[in-house]
């Protein structure tokens, strides 16, 4: 009795998922990832690990429930229904889901590679062994009644979207409790579940991940009680439970790559944060959770990118624009016959009204060639009508009317925006393992490189 009681672990997160679509994303990749880390323990490789997500409303569990085929746990109000899709055609949803590249980042295909698991391998995984990975349920619901949750390595509070549950009335001092202490209240319960030992594996049953996510932009708070939770506060509340201990590092990660902690106002008031965050990217975010929960070690071959600098970084970002933008040319000039000494061909970053096709992306690019060639060939034209046959019906059309009002006109130039043809369309491959800062580096050299006539 002399002893305390274990003391949890636990790393918090801090994620701008800038829309609901994007934290969708990262939920069904890191379920995906829990499935197939529980095919490993079934082999006796490693040890289960589950998460619970925590929705502001029902309706928005019963909504990820849908998103998850019906898998797994989802808990009703008043906590006296626990829901599953049920044993009929389980085996069909699971397969659909692992299956469906759209509801997954590379994440999971790395997880896949790095521990050597063939996607059908998971196929045959049971009901028994999928439902209780992941529990759905609502912050009001658990903040008001509690529920038994059992051992949850991995927890996400929607700090944006978090409420207290109910108006508490003081009868003594005659007024309604404040805002402020009825969230901090609330929030305290729905922290502590975290801490839950029950059954938990030693020593990573004490190694927790706390996911504060943020998918909606917030306004700043401007006294205790207007109604917005920071993620500081969250972290102060965490910081009350005697059975947890908060890891010194932070990590911070824009989902989107588009955003730093540095231009965070909660981050501006807190100085003493500074020196504790560390920024990743949206794929590196996965594996820092999965290395704190021991599921995988960032020191492992397929990691790599863990161990890449920056300059390697950016380099690798700039070449894969480049490469775009090269097979585009060469597209162009070699199966439509854009032949320099007829055509002056401008590369530009942005758009250029004034230049033809500069506001296409690559394939609409492509498309509009493969057209006027076939207009070309129909009409049976001679070939030194090709040039005048390109632009025609360009020089003809109206401008818009917003772009009119620029007094604009038009010139017998192809412009090729490399923003819109090549830099939006490998925007997301690049935001998988850049982060925002890295992402702005990668746009400035490629902006030098077509001033300086390099591209």
Known sequence: MSENRSKIDLKVFIIDFESVKNLDDFLSTFAKILIANKYLSSLSLTAPSNMVNFSSTYDKSRRNH?????????????????????????????????????KHSVAFDLFLKTKNIKIEKLYSMEKSQIENLIMLTSSRGVAKSGISMGNKNVGLYRFDNLQPVTIRYDPVCGT??????????DFLQLSGRIACLRNAEKPSGLQRCAILARAAKQSEATNEDDGVVSWSDCMNLFAQIPSIEI???????????????????????????????????????????????QILSLETQEDRIQNEN?????????????????????TIKEEYAIDEKQFKINIIWS?????????????????????????????????????????????????????????????????????????????????????????????????????????
């Open 310 to 330: 920056d300059s390697q970084l950016i380099e690798k970002g700039v070449n894969i624009i480049l490469s775009c933008l090269n097979n585009l040319l060469r």
């Open 66 to 102: 849908e998103l998850f085929s019906n898998l797994f746990q989802l808990v009703e109000e008043g906590n006296s229904k626990t829901i599953t899709g049920g044993i009929f055609g389980f085996k069909e949803r699971l397969k659909l889901l692992l299956n469906d590249t759209n």
């Open 176 to 185: 309604v409790e404040p805002w402020r202490s009825r969230f901090n209240s």
């Open 351 to 455: 758009t250029n009204f004034t230049h033809f096709l500069s506001g296409l992306s690559k394939d609409s690019i492509i498309k509009s060639f493969q057209n006027l060639n076939k207009s070309f060939k129909e009409k049976n034209l001679p070939t030194n009508k090709y040039v005048d046959h390109i632009f025609e019906k360009w020089m003809n059309d109206n401008f818009s009317n917003s772009v009119k009002k620029k007094k604009l006109n038009k010139q017998k130039i192809i412009g090729i925006s490399v923003e819109r043809s090549c830099y939006e369309p490998n925007k997301k491959k690049l935001q998988s393992f850049l982060k925002a800062d890295q992402l702005e580096k990668v746009k400035e050299k490629i902006k030098e490189k077509i001033k300086e006539k390099k591209v």
């Open 247 to 293: 890891s010194r590092e932070i990590i911070y990660c824009s989902y989107k790559s588009e955003s730093s902690i540095k231009a965070d106002s909660t981050y501006k008031k807190n100085s003493l944060y500074h020196s504790r965050f560390k920024e990743v990217n949206k794929d590196s975010v996965i594996n820092e959770i999965l290395s704190h929960i």
